[in-house]
């Protein structure tokens, strides 16, 4: 299994009226059940719109994000499916709930902390 992340920017859902959200959040919710039962959802979440603190390699905390950030991720999914096409699958299904595109990008995986997880008893 790969684990991919499956999120999109802030903003892209506000094109949507205050009338609509109590649908959209039923349908958003209505995937997550679905990947949930599927047993593929990892985790998610929506992020709050607030100025991100970015904090340096020395500790040093200022306000972000740096300039040329064009773009800040608004929400997300992890999901861990056997393939690339079924996390596009899960993304599709994402995107009609949410009513707006999404990002699919596979994420590294990492042996040496998935083995310090199991031995924490949370893998």
Request: net charge negative; hydrophobic share 45%; proline share 5%.
């Amino acid at each position: 299994m790969t684990r991919y992340l499956i999120s999109f920017n802030d903003g892209a859902m506000d094109h949507i009226p205050d009338a609509d959200w109590p649908d959209v959040g039923k349908a958003a919710h209505a995937v997550i059940q679905e990947a949930v039962n599927a047993g593929v959802f990892v985790f998610g979440a929506g992020l709050e719109r607030q100025r991100a603190s970015v904090v340096a390699t020395d500790g040093l905390v200022t306000d972000g994000p740096y300039p040329e950030t064009k773009e800040v991720i608004g929400g997300f999914v992890v999901v861990d499916v056997p393939s690339r096409e079924e996390a596009l699958a899960w993304a599709a299904k994402v995107a009609a709930g949410c009513r707006c595109a999404q990002e699919v990008r596979e994420l590294m995986a990492d042996p040496e902390t998935d083995a310090m997880l199991r031995r924490a008893g949370r893998g």
